[in-house]
């Protein structure tokens, strides 16, 4: 059992609480024990000294691509896990896109196994929807969750056939779960490798239209009003899928999403020199797209963010623009990223951000989310608001060292990581 732990000191941020200012937090057998303006220190407690720092719920990233089993070289769920403390995760929620697919109850099992031996992070795996995720047969749903997923994606792939994604709400509202749907017409971006406008021209490349996702978004909002489940669609990238959502939201459909980091911060000009860092699916799109995003953010649309963190290897990566693979790292810049695009410019507070880092995934995950109250799981993230740092990939925990952010300065950094009340390790000395 972890020591016993007083957080002297910080600013607490904490939305699901609706606390925000100077608190210390008393932490016992990895649980909050309180939270009060001054704790007194007494014989026996490790104190954590927070000032200058903030101290927040700890983040749930809903998308991350740990590639194990299959793809070792481009990731492994201990590196992928150290990638996701540095970054200020507690919990991560790997897709199934592995090689073999975890699309039945024993791979799930060993992925939570293999979460548990490294033992860093939460390892709450997603499903896959369908058999090898090749859209065409669904998977054993209870037996999926029963062996412990939080969700069923074929992320990577679209479920296109609309029969299947009808049975699969259906299927899924039995378990109260979110089927998360990688929204992609498969016959409109077939080919495309960037964002189709002037861009794409310009650089001769073949383009993925908005409406490639935006069809698919439409088709799922109307088959989760049909059927009453749950669609989660994940890394939106455009302006008409964030209108179709809040549309939706009005009349009650029941609609959570995400946005990535990358889609916030960058458009299509950063393909510009057929830049393959910046070579994601769905595509970085237009500046009015980006707004749109933002837009979403602010005024809760987007529920929450997510990383859709997908390493590759230099090979992969570095091979010429149309063959190199859509993804790139983001665990260990997503908190500046957000906190440069975001919060610098006002576009949200650091309350909206921590609920959509923190708060917002942790529920449609399935955890709590109650934040920081007493009894609650001990799951902290400590920043340094003022502390800016420079990307060098090289330096990542990650094995992927592809980021369109290399040589951006970010502005703050995670300091500390404690999950059930244990410190996880520091960025850079620690893990
Ligand atoms: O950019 C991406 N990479 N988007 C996806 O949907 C899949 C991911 C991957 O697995 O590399």
Redesign the pocket.
Known sequence: MSKPLLIVGGTVIDPAAKREGRFDILVEDGAIADVKPSIRAREGLEAVDAAGLLVVPGFVDLHV?FREPGREDKETIETGSRAAVRGGFTAVCPMP?TDPVVDHGGAVEWVRHEGGRVGLVDVLPIGALTRGERGEELTDFGELFEAGCIALSD??RPLANSLLMRRALEYAKLFNRPIIQ?AEDPSLSAGGVMHEGLVSTTLGLKGIPSESEAVIVARDLSLAELTGGWVHVA?LSCAKSVELIRQAKRRGVRVTCEVTPHHLALTEEAVAGFNADAK??PPLRSEQDRQALLAGVADGTIDCIAT?H?P?TDWEKDADFDSA???TTGLETALGVCVRALVEPKTLSWSRLIETLSTNPARIAGLDGDGLIAGKPANLTLIDPKAPWTVEPSRFASKGKHSPFAGWELPCRVVKVIRRGEVMGSDPKGV
């Open positions: 691509h896109n992320d990577g990688h890394h994601v699916n859709d997908a590759h693979p859509f993804g």
